[in-house]
């Protein structure tokens, strides 16, 4: 039976990559000249430090450019809290990996609402979707494509 997996993954040297360039640009920008304003990739998250919430504002377009240049999906980006200390605003931007078990159960629920003639089942970080025919698995790729889920999915491992 021919099954796939549903997965939801990022390539961190595509997002070290974008960072890099962000970082490239804001030194070339007029209004970031004798600021402190900077971006940092410690694991899997991005620390954008400047002197004011608007420069955050501009420096997270400059990132979320960055990214779509590289071709990291900006619907990964999970934008944190500003945390103030003294004179500087500071910003975390985490790249979500993996389906955690909520997104999970809707995919499955729109499957099924979907009256496909398939199962799904949750393994992980991943969903194992299993069907009888290799057209009821490509039209359930591109329903999860088509849905608005918050975060974007990737289809993997894909056997008859």
Avoid: Y
Avoid at 59 to 83: F, P
């Amino acid at each position: 039976m021919p099954t796939f997996d549903i997965v939801s993954e990022i390539n961190k040297v595509e997002v070290a990559n974008a960072v890099d360039n962000a970082n490239r640009e804001l030194a070339t920008r007029f209004d970031f000249r004798g600021v402190e304003a900077s971006f940092e990739l410690v694991g899997e998250t991005v620390e954008i430090v400047g002197e004011g919430e608007f420069q955050l504002k501009q420096m997270m377009d400059i990132l979320r450019n960055s990214c779509v240049k590289r071709g990291v999906d900006t619907k990964s980006l999970d934008m944190q809290s500003v945390d103030r200390s003294g004179k500087l605003h500071k910003q975390k931007v985490v790249f979500q990996e993996g389906i955690d078990q909520e997104t999970a159960k809707k995919i499955i629920k729109l499957i099924k609402d979907a009256k496909m003639k398939v199962q799904t089942a949750i393994q992980g970080e991943k969903l194992r979707v299993t069907g009888k025919k290799r057209d009821d698995l490509q039209q359930v790729m591109q329903l999860v494509k088509t849905a608005d889920l918050g975060q974007p999915f990737q289809f993997e491992n894909f056997r008859d």
